[in-house]
């Protein structure tokens, strides 16, 4: 069974550029969550997607940030004119939510960095 | 605004002592709590979740939930220095699926 993958694991750009990341979650598992990480902070909640629906965003999540989920399987996550304060860490998670703990398992990460 | 609070840290224990983490929460509805630990650079690894009050144990670690006082901690026995890490307490949101993080407790086992 492999784990949570995304791609790529490091992305630098200059301010302005648009930028995407795919997730590929664990198979089977049916709900997808993105959220970002910068240092010294708890990773921070922008988006899920329960099979091909996106049932909830953040109020931070900024209309230049925009996530799809077309076929209930692989995510991307777009930036569009990115800016300095975009540079994070970009943490995708997947579960299989049947019943109570609702386990999330992420996977390795985009760092980004904004020139 | 809901919040998970957890001490910064670093918490320094000596190799083989029982390492306490703790956290707390201000959602009272809450139900589903997790710990990952974090090493420098990676992303978060979930070590233990816990759903009813009590103790919770696996291997060296063991979760306990009070959610009377709205408390959750993690103790780690037998620390090990590559037990060193950053641990993240999560929340899962009550009445939805995404979970509240804390800022971690950095943990530092000395040889």
């Known amino acids: 069974d492999t784990g949570v993958s995304q791609d790529p694991r490091h992305k630098i750009t200059k301010r302005g550029q648009n930028v995407t990341f795919r997730c590929d979650p664990i198979s089977e598992h049916n709900r997808l969550y993105w959220y970002r990480q910068t240092l010294g902070q708890g990773p921070e909640f922008l988006t899920y997607f329960q099979n091909e629906a996106q049932l909830e965003k953040s109020r931070l999540l900024s209309d230049r940030f925009s996530a799809e989920r077309p076929k209930g399987s692989f995510s991307t996550l777009e930036i569009q004119r990115t800016e300095q304060g975009d540079s994070a860490m970009y943490l995708c998670a997947s579960s299989l939510d049947h019943q109570p703990p609702y386990e999330q398992y992420f996977g390795p990460g985009t760092r980004l960095t904004v020139t | 605004q809901k919040e998970v609070e957890q001490n910064s840290g670093p918490l320094s224990v000596p190799e083989g002592a029982i390492a306490s983490l703790n956290c707390t929460y201000s959602?009272?509805?809450?139900?589903?709590f997790f710990w990952y630990r974090q090493y420098s650079g990676k992303s978060p690894e979930l070590i233990m979740s816990?759903?009813?009050?009590g103790d919770k144990e696996d291997g060296r670690f063991t979760a306990q939930l009070n959610k009377a006082s709205q408390y959750v901690s993690l103790l780690i026995r037998d620390s090990q220095p590559s037990d060193s890490a950053t641990y993240l307490c999560?929340?899962?949101?009550?009445?939805?699926?995404?979970?509240?993080f804390g800022s971690g407790t950095r943990l530092l086992v000395r040889p």
């Open positions: 959602d009272r509805g809450s139900q589903s």
């Open positions: 999560a929340v899962k949101d009550d009445g939805s699926y995404k979970l509240i």
């Open positions: 816990i759903y009813s009050n």
